[in-house]
Every structure is written in C-alpha cells, then in structure tokens.
C-alpha cells in the first residue's frame, strides 16, 4: 500500500475528549475515527489489525471444531422475553420500527442460536457441537470512556457449545481454555486466567485478563502463575502467600478480553432443547459460551505495546509486516531525489511480489524526521529506510529496537517471508 493513497493519514494530536490511551494513538495513527461516544469506525489501517485478531481467532476455534457461522444482529423480542431478558438485560438497546415491531439489537447470541440449534439436534448422535461467529455486538453501555475496550458497538467472537452431559462439556471446557491460550500468545499477549463469578447459570467461570495500569477490573494472582481470581469472588487477598511458595499474591488492575461461561441448561430449558440418549430417554442439552472482545483486543493490545512515540504492534496483529520509507524528497537532494525514488519504487515491487505485506511511504514532500516519526506512531514491527547513504541495500530496524542495519534486499525479503 502506498502511503499517499492511504486513506486515514496520521496526526499530531487527538481530540481532547479522548482520553484512553488506545484512543488517542489509534485516532493519531488513522486507524479508528469515533462515531458518537462508544461507537468507531475503523479506517482501513485498522480493519487490517481487526481482521488478523479475526483469523487469529478464527483458526483456533476451527482447530477445536467450532463451525463458524453468521447470526443476525436484529433479533426476535419473543425469544428475549421467553429467557426473561427483554427485561432483565440491562444494557439491551430496543428498537421500534416504524411498523412499530420492536426488536432487540443482540447483545449476545444464546436467544438467536438455541432456537436454531433445536431444529437440528435431536439424538445424541448430533452431539457435541460448537459454532461460532465474529459479530457486531450493540450494548448501551452506561461507561463508554475507554475507547474501543468499552464499546456500544463492538465486534465480539462469541463460540456456543452443546453437550449431552456435565462430564462432555468440561472436557470441551478444557479444550477451550488451551484454544485461548494460544490464541492470546499469538497476538502478544500475557493472558492471565482468571476465576470469576458464574453468575445465574454456575458457580464459575474463567476470565482472561490483561494487566493495564487503567483496565476496569481488579484481579488477585499469584506471580508464579497458579492461581488468579477476580477480587469480586476473590475468597482470599493480596500478600497472602501463595500454597505452592511462589510468595506473596498480588493485585493488579486489568482488561476483560475474553471469558468462558458454563451455561447449564438455562437456555436449553427457555425453549425446551432436548435430545434422545441411547435408551431414547429425553434430556435437556447442556450448554457453555465462550466470548472474545475483537475490538476491545486491539485497543488491549495498544495498552500493553506503545510507548512515548505511538503504538508497538506484535508482529502476529500488525496493519503491515514492514514500513518502507524513502528519504530525498527533501528540497535540498532534489538533485539526487529520481535515483532513490525509483530504487525504493523497485524494493517495494519487490517485496510485493514476495508477498510481504508493505506500506510504502512514497510522499516526496514529506520530511525523513516527519516520516521517521509516522513510521513510529502507526508502529509497524520493521522499518525499512531507502536513502542516498544506503546506495543499493536496505536499512532494517524493528519498532522495538534502536539498533539499524544495512542489508541486501534479498536478505531483508528472507527475514519477511
Ligand atoms: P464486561 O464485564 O467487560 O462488560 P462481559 O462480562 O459483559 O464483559 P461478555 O458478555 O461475556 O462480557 O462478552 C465477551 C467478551 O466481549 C468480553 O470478554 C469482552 O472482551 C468483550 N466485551 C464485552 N463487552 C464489551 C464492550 N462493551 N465493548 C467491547 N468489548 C466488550
Ligand atoms: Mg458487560
């Protein structure tokens, strides 16, 4: 991608009504514009991050056999008030049409996709199952300060699964705690599974947290990684020493980014979702729910990974995999300027046809410090300088080093591909 083509360029400052730290680099990068408060739109340097978070996702849920499927986002006011939520979900957005129907605006999926899941599961040959979805999400957030971790719209993996008994749903339980592992180390992520509460259905369930300085929720955890629990169910505190000698527990203030939630058979009961044993007897079919926040991902990530220039993306997220730059645009190499442009165009159509993901800041009218500094800000794992002084090699540095080094081109396209 060129730079000059780019839509969404990056900015000096943020609004001053932004106050989240994921906000405001994210607005200065171009990668998100606010809508109204707790609503964003995302620019195309944004979709990119969106959409690997997405398929980072996307292959672990396939790996433990979730189906991916799509559910709507205006859904049936019956089925919210036969699970007595079209009252008691607090955050649901109602809509009135000018038909005068009323419709939720889905906040989550459990109404949308039993109702379906009873229309196949009938013996106990259709269990388990799992799907899921990556979706628009509405929720009237009374809190919506933290840019893209707390949103009213916001995209959401949310998995569903279904089982004959308790026994075949922790199995897969378990299988979905491994999955997150994965899926948070591959965005560069230190995740701490976490207790929590379970609410109507269970005792528990398990939250995966991210240690930031402004996060919402507090945890307490043992340093040596056995033990961690939301302080609202925390049955001990902080100093205590921890059973396996790893000394003192800490707390710590933290993001949500992904929790996994036995249901039992609360849904299946709402609307008598059952299925034949093997003696043809009829049993309710026992559920769990397993969320990811996609946006609230991107803006947790931006938390951990900046610093005092902008953001520092892991390279499994990052918009781009290198940041190509050309420097003699500069009036005073005017003389010179022809020879490293077209040489930078070459390295760029190079890297292209080996398929490395490129954004090319081809501006001529640009200054190298103003081009060092995007680079910076947008944060892509490796910058890529193009000069007079670099003759006919490369200069390579990563985002997180200050370290530089001359290569020949094709030793920078082996390190990318
Ligand atoms: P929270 O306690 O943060 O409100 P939740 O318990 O309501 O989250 P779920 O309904 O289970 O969360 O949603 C699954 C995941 O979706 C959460 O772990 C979080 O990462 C994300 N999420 C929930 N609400 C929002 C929101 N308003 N904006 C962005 N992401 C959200
Ligand atoms: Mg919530």
């Not at 203030?253 to 849904?267: A, C, D, M, S, Y």
Request: net charge positive; charged share 30%.
């Amino acid at each position: 991608m060129r730079y000059s083509k780019l839509f969404g360029k990056t900015r000096k400052q943020a609004p001053k009504d932004e106050t989240a730290t994921n906000a405001k680099l994210l607005f200065r990068g171009g990668f998100i514009r606010r809508e109204v408060a707790g609503v964003y739109n995302y620019l195309p340097l944004g979709i990119r991050v969106l959409n690997k978070i997405s398929n980072i996702v996307r292959e672990e849920m396939n790996a433990i056999g979730g189906q991916e499927l799509l559910l709507s986002a205006l859904q049936n006011k019956q089925s919210w008030e036969k699970t007595g939520r079209w009252t008691a979900f607090d955050a649901l957005f109602k809509l009135t049409s000018v038909l005068e129907n009323e419709y939720p605006l889905g906040p989550t999926h459990e109404e949308v996709i039993v109702p379906i899941a009873k229309q196949f599961i009938s013996s106990y040959k259709d269990l388990p199952l799992s799907v899921y979805q990556i979706q628009t999400k509405f929720r009237d957030e009374k809190r919506a300060k933290s840019g893209i971790l707390r949103g009213r719209e916001f995209l959401m993996k949310d998995l569903y699964s279904f089982h004959k008994d308790e026994k075949d749903f922790n199995n897969y339980y378990e299988s979905a705690k491994k999955a997150y592992k994965k899926v948070f180390k591959r965005m560069g992520l230190d995740v701490i599974e976490t207790q929590a509460g379970g609410g109507a259905f269970s005792k528990i369930s398990h939250e995966y947290q991210v240690i930031t300085e402004n996060g919402e929720d507090e945890i307490i955890y043992c340093p040596g990684g056995d033990f961690s629990a939301n302080i609202e169910v925390s049955p001990v505190k902080e100093g205590k020493q921890c059973d396996l000698g790893h000394g003192p527990l800490e707390r710590a203030r933290t993001i949500e980014v992904g929790n996994i939630f036995p249901l039992g058979t609360k849904f299946s009961d709402a609307f008598g979702l059952t299925y034949k044993n093997r003696d043809g007897k009829d049993l309710p079919v026992v559920m769990g729910c397993y969320g990811i926040g996609i946006t609230r991902l991107m803006g947790a990530i931006v938390e951990v990974h900046h610093d005092d220039k902008g953001i520092v993306w892991p390279e499994g997220v990052a918009p781009f995999a290198a940041h190509l730059i050309h420097l003699g645009g500069a009036k005073k190499v005017q003389s010179s300027k022809f020879k490293v442009q077209s040489y930078a165009d070459q390295v760029y159509e190079k890297l292209l046809k080996a398929g490395v993901e490129v954004l090319y800041d081809d501006r001529e009218d640009v200054s190298a410090g103003q081009k060092f500094a995007d680079c910076d800000l947008i944060g892509i794992p490796v910058r890529l300088v193009v000069s007079e002084k670099t003759a006919g090699k490369v200069e390579w540095k990563k985002r997180t080093e200050t370290k530089t080094q001359l290569l020949d081109l094709s030793e920078v396209i082996n390190r990318l591909t």
